[in-house]
């Protein structure tokens, strides 16, 4: 808790000078104004205090990712139970995305309603992919008077991923023969199917007629279909360097290369290389769903500065072989077992 010497003198002074004017204009009346004036830090700062202790702050986003170039609206929640209005509220922050860092403070001076929850908007513009975020480092209360002020360390974080716009003109290099399906794989992603049967589940939209336990579902009058174990990994990786300086062009690529992959249904993952624990990490690609974990799994990574240093510890640490797609700004390059191909 912090007390403010100077409000609590220029109160002191008031009071003076009621006492004076009640004194030479012989006015008893302001005696009066008196008490109250003189109650009324005995009343509000216990109160403050008491009240500043069940006030609870959240941060928020309106909504759960962006696209690049569009708005990211930040919500600041304070619930306020108690009837004590907090007429100032200094908060303190910093906007940022990952990628490129920025720890300029900002603050926000606000009024807090009593009995009520105060919701107010941040907006923070975009116009480059990454992991946008506010961090709430501290909050300061000030009582009515300005006699004293509390300041609650909270560092509270939000983030918002901001996504890639769709990109056209990037052209994505044919697989070599074999990593894409043939006319009786499935496009789901996982490996090449065995001829063990893992479980029977029910159809669902999408699956092969080949997959279709045909007597069972005969059988249940319902639709039933065979779900085959996986005997080998995934030929086909998509490798995107971290470079620093390539990094908003490098995932707008990446995303192009997705599309067309998962267009084109082929069977391909992934390979996120985090630079300082000198890790791989692979996410299948089979969904939406996967396709936002791998944009925020790479929002998080390290940059880097050295070109190609995700492709040499690639094949230095021995990973899989196969095609390789490298991605590196808008260039794209295809490997097989380590040799360019286009």
Not at 10 to 31: C, P, S
Not at 84 to 96: G, S, V, W
Not at 137 to 161: A, M, Y
Not at 184 to 211: C, M, T
């Amino acid at each position: 808790m912090k007390i403010n010497i100077l409000n609590i003198l220029l109160y002191a002074a008031v009071f003076v000078i009621l006492i004076f004017l009640m004194i030479v204009f012989k006015q008893n009346y302001l005696l009066f104004l008196l008490f109250p004036y003189v109650l009324l830090p005995a009343v509000t700062i216990p109160f403050f205090l008491r009240s500043i202790t069940r006030i609870k702050f959240t941060v928020d986003a309106a909504t759960a990712y962006v696209e690049s170039g569009n708005t990211v609206n930040f919500k600041f929640l304070f619930d306020n139970p108690t009837f004590c209005p907090i007429l100032r509220c200094r908060t303190e922050f910093t906007a940022e995305n990952a990628f490129y860092p920025n720890k300029d403070e900002h603050i926000l001076e606000s009024f807090i309603y009593p009995k009520k929850k105060t919701e107010i908007k941040i907006p923070v513009e975009t116009s480059k992919v990454g992991m946008v975020s506010i961090l709430v480092s501290q909050i300061k209360f000030h009582d009515l008077l300005g006699f004293v002020s509390i300041v609650k360390e909270i560092n509270t974080r939000c983030e918002v991923p901001v996504l890639p716009c769709s990109v056209t003109g990037i052209k994505v290099p044919a697989t070599p023969s074999g990593d894409g399906p043939d006319e009786y794989s499935e496009p789901d992603l996982r490996g090449n199917l065995s001829s063990d049967v893992k479980e029977i589940r029910e159809y669902r939209p999408g699956d092969r007629l080949q997959r279709i336990h045909w007597k069972l579902s005969a059988k249940l009058d319902d639709l039933f279909v065979k779900e085959m174990d996986r005997t080998s990994v995934l030929s086909l990786v998509v490798l995107p360097e971290m470079t620093s300086d390539k990094i908003d062009d490098t995932v707008k690529t990446l995303k192009a290369i997705i599309d067309e992959l998962c267009k084109r249904e082929e069977r391909f993952e992934v390979c996120l290389y985090n630079n300082k624990t000198c890790e791989f990490k692979y996410i299948v690609i089979d969904g939406e769903e996967t396709v936002f974990d791998c944009y925020v799994n790479l929002f998080y990574l390290p940059l880097y500065d050295t070109p190609g240093l995700a492709h040499e510890a690639y094949y230095a640490s021995g990973q899989k072989n196969g095609a390789v797609i490298g991605v590196c700004g808008t260039d794209i390059n295809l490997y097989s077992e380590g040799t360019l191909i286009v």
